[in-house]
């Protein structure tokens, strides 16, 4: 088993092409709060039937965790095939400083599928947020790139490229 710090291999980005995603969250202005409130979020979720299995990734997934200023959860789940609930382990960032590190790392071992072009709009969004223009309710353009941001991931992407391989890895 290799015990290296996560942080110095592609092992991780390999593992999230699979189990994580980008998320952009905007809740807009009403009654109990005047202001947007808008957040970038990388999740990675980790569940197996088998629960001897599923605890030894209790470490692993601890570590994804320290890595990106998280905390550990577990908590139940739908299984893959809705028969019930199970147990996962989930890590989720919520914090700027958070974030950072999960744009260091993806930065440095970049993810090959269309999951890095997720990554590379969260990151877009997450630097608008960083330098608080989403704070300035007069820059609605800052608000409505974010959502377009948002609107271009995941499940909602339409557009492709794989400009991104030309140069991969070689470093």
């Known amino acids: 088993m290799d015990s290296s710090p996560i942080i110095g291999s592609a092992w991780l980005s390999g593992f999230s092409e699979g189990d994580s995603s980008f998320q952009i969250r905007v809740s807009e202005p ?18 197996r039937v088998d629960s001897i299995l599923f605890n030894q990734y209790e470490s692993i997934m601890s570590s994804i965790a320290d890595l ?41 071992f970049p993810l090959f599928s269309s999951k890095h072009l997720d990554f590379l709009c969260w990151k877009e969004a997450h630097n608008l947020i960083i330098n608080k223009q989403h704070h300035k309710n007069s820059d609605v353009n800052s608000i409505i790139k974010i959502k377009e941001l948002k609107n271009k991931m995941n499940s909602k992407r339409t557009e492709f490229h794989w400009d991104h391989l030309n140069s991969f890895y070689t470093k």
Do not use: C, M
Request: hydrophobic share 25%; charged share 20%.
């Open 30 to 47: 009403n009654n109990n709060n005047k202001y947007y409130h808008i957040s970038t979020t990388y999740e990675l979720t980790q569940s």
């Open 68 to 108: 990106f200023l998280s905390k550990l959860s577990k908590v139940n789940l739908k299984k893959y095939d809705r028969s019930g609930l199970q147990p996962t382990w989930r890590v989720r960032n919520t914090s700027k400083a958070g974030s950072n590190e999960v744009v260091n790392y993806f930065e440095n």
